[in-house]
């Protein structure tokens, strides 16, 4: 009994102390990390150029509403054409875009749906068609079984009849073996 429960301790113990390493190695990791990053963005922050860019500050973003937030930002990326469109464009102008969008993607969707719902319904009649013809066929083997089921009991009992009166006459099984012989 001692021996089970210090043996239990003792998983416990193992148990506790690979928490710890864990957690010493997880604290460990997150230090490198973060040095390595204060060293990565001290080092960019020296090599870019200050930013050209008259923006408005984060600050007051969020308290402004979006259509005034998407004019303010007029002269930022003046230099780019594609950016410049798009600054330029409406909010109303914007959400329809999106709406087109969402409506294509949709629109797609549904069609390859579409398309896959006639391929399951072609293969679905398919097998349908197939299924008919096994149970065709299993009824046409019952249906020729039962006959034949018949026919051999009607056979037996012919052969039973014709063995009673061959038997009534006198025959043995011995004449058997000679009427094999003559054939």
């Not at 408005?56 to 509403?65: C, E, F, K, Q």
């Not at 549904?110 to 299924?131: C, D, G, P, W, Y």
């Amino acid at each position: 009994m001692a021996n089970s429960h210090s043996a239990s301790d003792l998983r416990v113990n193992r148990v506790k102390v690979l928490r710890m390493v864990l957690v010493l190695v997880g604290l460990l990791m997150i230090c490198y990390v973060e040095m390595h990053s204060r060293k990565y963005s001290a080092a960019l922050a020296v090599s870019c150029s200050p930013c050209t860019c008259d923006c408005v500050p984060d600050t007051t973003l969020t308290s402004l509403p979006i259509d005034v937030v998407n004019t303010s930002f007029a002269d930022c990326g003046k230099d780019d054409p594609e950016t410049r469109d798009e600054m330029k464009k409406d909010m109303i102008d914007l959400l329809t875009e999106e709406i087109g969008l969402h409506a294509n993607v949709t629109g797609d969707s549904l069609q390859r749906t579409n398309v896959l719902i006639m391929s399951a319904k072609r293969v679905s009649s398919h097998f349908q068609k197939e299924a008919a013809k096994c149970i065709a066929g299993v009824q046409t083997c019952e249906a020729a079984r039962e006959i034949a089921r018949a026919a051999l009991i009607d056979e037996r009992k012919l052969t039973a009849l014709w063995m009673s009166r061959a038997l009534g006459y006198g025959w043995n099984d011995g004449d058997m073996n000679n009427m094999n012989e003559i054939l």
